[in-house]
DNA sequence: AGACCCACCCGAACGC
DNA sequence: TGCGTTCGGGTGGGTC
């Protein structure tokens, strides 16, 4: 159900990182070329030959560096995932690349083909031209409140807009407007100093006790080398409409914001007006 | 410029 | 071996 977020993002770089730092890749077959972005520098079988250096991520972004100075650049949107194998694994029908590397062999699925790549060689341009925001955790509260305040649009739709903050996706959007007991349709406008005082902690401690609780549980993924960064977290508002409010017991709504699914406690979160 | 809409994609869930 | 329709998720490009 749940696709990968920030915190499951990051889990799986720093367990790829474990596996595969220093391994060369040997051999590639790029199954499904799709999945390459349009304005991808570099084709993804330039990668070949090419040891992998560094492991990190930027808001949803996988990044991986190589020697020679390339980047391979990874969104798995909803479903992507990799697979690590040590030995030669026949490909299923949503593996869309097989590396062979030095010792593993990695296959990438995506059963929606949502997720996209890229081959650049320069991170930092590759980034600004995705006019990203800052990363969630050590946000200035002061630009947050600038932010918010100029904006009429509904509070959830800025927290998912990756140019004010990076890494916020639906769930935790809705998972950190409960925490703060405010109302996913108040504007950005109606939002208090303290609203957002309290959003910059809440943001922070949402998505760093998702990675911790990612951090446990991939124990068992690392065993049997997959990877697919998805873990069970428990939520309080996404996916429990119907359910009572955990803090409450009042009935969760669910209504359809921005084209998203989007479920909230009409009595702990109310709009400001 | 800011806000909004839609395409992309296909398995799951649902309606009949 | 039931078949057709709807839904959803993040991002980017287009429009107003």
């Known amino acids: 159900m749940t696709m990968p977020e920030l915190p499951e993002v990051e889990t799986i770089v720093r367990v790829l990182e474990t596996s595969l730092k220093g391994s060369q890749i040997q051999s590639m077959d790029f199954r499904y070329p799709g999945l390459l972005e349009e304005g991808s520098e570099f084709p993804l079988e330039f990668l070949v030959g090419k040891t992998f250096t560094d ?6 972004y996988l990044v991986f560096e190589f020697d020679h100075a390339y980047a391979w650049i990874v969104h798995l949107r909803m479903e992507g995932k990799f697979h690590l194998y040590e030995a030669p694994q026949r490909p299923t029908k949503h593996t869309h690349l097989v590396l062979e590397c030095d010792d593993h062999t990695v296959h990438y699925l995506d059963t929606r083909k949502f997720s996209r790549m890229a081959v650049v060689s320069d991170v930092d341009a590759y980034f600004i031209a995705k006019k990203l925001g800052p990363e969630p955790f050590g946000i200035d509260p002061e630009y947050l409140y600038k932010q918010i305040k100029k904006s009429t649009r509904a509070i959830k739709n800025i927290l998912l807009d990756q140019s004010v903050v990076v890494g ?9 407007l409960f925490e703060t007991q405010i109302h996913p349709l108040t504007k950005g406008n109606k939002i208090t100093k303290k609203d957002v005082a309290n959003l910059v902690v809440v943001i922070e401690s949402v998505l760093s006790s998702a990675i911790e609780q990612g951090g446990t549980t991939i124990r068992s993924y690392t065993s049997s080398l997959n990877v697919n960064g998805r873990f069970q977290v428990r939520l309080n508002a996404y996916g429990q409409a119907g359910k009572p409010c955990t803090r409450c017991g009042n009935t969760l709504s669910r209504i359809v914001l921005g084209g998203r699914s ?3 406690c009409s009595k702990c979160q109310k709009v400001k007006r």
């Open 168 to 176: 916020i996706g639906n769930i935790y959007a809705d998972e950190i």
């Open 55 to 60: 492991f990190s991520r930027r808001g949803k």
């Open 262 to 264: 989007t479920v909230f």
